[in-house]
């Protein structure tokens, strides 16, 4: 019999009926995604069951449902730790599922402990501060121009045409907003001017591989270069994406550190690191998303896939496969200190 593949998930849809608003669920997966996921896993081989969000997933396993493999794209909701949620309760059962693992999801989502990780192992990230109160910002001695953005969002939340910081007031106020609207701490870091890219990576640990790099370059040049939420929400209007082939000496430099990165922070099956390029044009580790959007036609990796000739199916069985030998070879990752 084929093996069964659940599918834990957050739909925008389920939260949106709830009440909440377009920005607050910006990190969860249309309808759409969801079809085109458990289609693809279909013609891959496998059977497959809708689960739905981690409370569905707790119920069902507490009713004995169980699963050869779960595909988990359920980004959680409330709190840094909301990426784990899922990981950690099938590692309670015992269950294989795909991505990273609860201490992955946890640290990278912090977007400060993740840079302060990649710093120890002496990979480039600009400098940063985090202000958890408004009296932090007086102790943040970095040099302007600044950027400002929540410390665990994704999606572009809370990045907007004020997220460049050119002095000391300006830098109070954007800290009191951000603090006010997302209750959480602010990550403060040097501003990066230069060129931004985004490395899909797949694979685990030694057997990681860079597929692709994708430039992200805005169409209006009268905007700050910014990656910002409205530019993510109507990218397809708003951001030229292309590779990187102009640049091989920088395309080298880009993914080797997109690589390292991934492989420091643990990420498994597959990801996408974000590196932007300092005023030298030295690339910089920005953050990584080790549960990276997969609509076929409008997330980043997906468009990495197809940028660099893998289809969409594809690339929904290499991670599968990817997990399968993780669980089959009993791999186990090792932190790696130097």
Partial sequence: MKPLVGIVYDLRSDYLSEGYSQEDVAEFDSDATIEFLQAAIERCGYRTERIGHGKALNLKLVAGHRWDMVFNVAEGFGGRNRESYVPTLLEMYNIAYTFSDPLTCALTLDKAMAKQWVAQQHLATPPFAVVETLDDVEAVHLDYPLFAKPLTEGSGKGIDQNSKIENATKLKTVCTELLSRYSQPV?????????????????????????GTMEIELVFK???????????????????YHPLRDDPTLKEKVEQLALHCYQVLQCRDAGRVDIRCDHNGTPCFIE????????PHHSDLPMIATQEGMDYDALIGTILQNAFKRINTGSQQTWKIS
């Fill in 187 to 211: 990550l403060v870091e040097e501003f990066l001017p230069g060129r931004e890219f985004t490395v899909g990576i797949l694979g685990t640990d030694k057997d990681a591989r860079v597929l």
């Fill in 222 to 240: 009268n905007e700050p270069a910014i990656y910002s939420y409205l530019n993510k929400e109507e990218c397809e209007s708003r951001i030229h």
């Fill in 288 to 295: 990584v998303n080790p549960l990276a959007g997969l609509h």
